[in-house]
T-cell receptor
Framework: QKEVEQNSGPLSVPEGAIASLNCTYSDRGSQSFFWYRQYSGKSPELIMSIYSNGDKEDGRFTAQLNKASQYVSLLIRDSQPSDSATYLCAVNVYSSASKIIFGSGTRLSIRP | DTEVTQTPKHLVMGMTNKKSLKCEQHMGHRAMYWYKQKAKKPPELMFVYSYEKLSINESVPSRFSPECPNSSLLNLHLHALQPEDSALYLC??????????????FGPGTRLTVT
């Protein structure tokens, strides 16, 4: 079983609509959850972090965490063409040391 | 300021060459990381340094040799690489690398091609 799972997409959303990106994880001990945006040929850029159950809002972005369901999501309101990118979910795991594991990413396309 | 810098941006090397990738951060972070990313795949962790000591080596082949000269600098020494090692090499840093992971900030990466 993959430790962090995301739908690879592509997810196509009309401009101005809400884009909803989902992620599930397998390690119940995970405490920290991150969303990164990666444009083609560029490095990942941190856009949200969330550590507690519930919602966290930052501008047009809302991260949602449900530890009981082992589920984390990212909502992007008023989607813009510049939001077209791959979105990576990252979750911390602990075995011999703590590290973060990335999901395979969801490719988001905003159509004008 | 959340800037991590990496040099060079691009590197082409032969299988018998020795080269080094460099990474620098001035955010006072005490954890630094090397990742490898192949096309259309997520970043894969290679090494973690915490307080200038190697804390994680993800069973990386010895042809990759990391070095952390001080808390701001991280190097990755490359020797006798294979063509399949061609990838984007990403450096990241975070405040700490303890049980409750802190946010990691990535540099722009070095695009490595092994011929």
């Amino acid at each position: 079983q993959k430790e962090v799972e995301q739908n690879s997409g592509p997810l196509s959303v009309p401009e101005g609509a809400i884009a909803s990106l989902n992620c599930t994880y397998s390690d119940r001990g995970s405490q920290s959850f991150f969303w990164y945006r990666q444009y083609s040929g560029k490095s990942p850029e941190l856009i949200m972090s969330i550590y507690s159950n519930g919602d966290k809002e930052d501008g047009r972005f809302t991260a949602q965490l449900n530890k009981a369901s082992q589920y984390v999501s990212l909502l992007i309101r008023d989607s813009q063409p510049s939001d077209s990118a791959t979105y990576l979910c990252a979750v911390n795991v602990y075995s011999s040391a703590s590290k973060i594991i990335f999901g395979s990413g969801t490719r988001l396309s905003i159509r004008p | 300021d959340t800037e991590v810098t990496q040099t060079p941006k691009h590197l082409v090397m032969g299988m018998t060459n020795k080269k080094s990738l460099k990474c620098e951060q001035h955010m006072g972070h005490r954890a630094m990381y090397w990742y490898k990313q192949k096309a259309k795949k997520p970043p894969e962790l290679m090494f973690v340094y915490s307080y200038e000591k190697l804390s994680i080596n993800e069973s990386v082949p010895s042809r990759f040799s990391p070095e952390c000269p001080n808390s701001s600098l991280l190097n990755l020494h490359l020797h006798a690489l294979q063509p399949e090692d061609s990838a984007l090499y990403l450096c990241a840093s975070s405040q700490e690398a303890g049980l409750a992971n802190y946010e990691q900030y990535f540099g722009p990466g070095t695009r490595l091609t092994v011929t």
